[in-house]
């Protein structure tokens, strides 16, 4: 399965006090995707130049799947590489940072781009990150649930700090996408939906034609 860990922020990086570049506070979409990979965080990140790349293998349903995330830089300069990325992902994290209303204020922006340049199933989680951050907080839990509400996406918060949820909204993500293949929704043989069934996979399914969609998933590499 692929995923998009798309940003909610459109800062460039802005030259401060005249002398170093300096960028504004990111949301912490390269921490999230660090911390549910190698189970670590690293407060400095250098800026995440166009995409980078994570993997994970978990399982559901007794099935091991593989997941590759791919981490897309929030720079408006960007923004043509990100599009890119969305068409061939089964899902998406869309993240804000819960001590920065401007960046929940940027949401609608950001979906409507992901909608816009993605297949039309792809399975879009809303994540408001640094939750460890309490005492700096600028939106509320329940505008996060509100907005997810409306527009049809699941919600989590998360820290990638202390690792809270990390790996709930990545799986839940990833059962969802799953859940969606076992009701027949994505075209699994058309891997530009981002999912890929496994070549043991592949042989069970010929040996069992009435087998559908995820239920075949087992062994694979989606
Ligand atoms: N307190 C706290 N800081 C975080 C968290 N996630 C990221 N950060 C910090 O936020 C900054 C930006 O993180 P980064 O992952 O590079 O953001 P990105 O630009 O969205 O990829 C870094 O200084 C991180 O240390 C979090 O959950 N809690
Ligand atoms: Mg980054």
Redesign the pocket.
Known sequence: MRFACC?SQTDPPCLCEGREPKRK???????LLLQFTDKRFQ???D??IGVEFGARMITIDGKQIKLQIW?TA?QESFRSITRSYYRGAAGALL?YDITRRDTFNHLTTWLEDARQHSNSNMVIMLIG??S??ESRREVKKEEGEAFAREHGLIFME????TASNVEEAFINTAKEIYEKIQEGVFDINNEANGIKIGPQHAATSTAHPGNQGGQQAGGGCC
């Not at 506070?25 to 921490?31: D, I, N, R, T």
């Not at 998360?158 to 700090?161: G, I």
């Open positions: 940003p506070q990111s949301v912490g979409k390269s921490c407060p400095v990140h800026l995440t981490d929030g993240v990150n640094k460890d951050l998360t820290s990638a700090k």
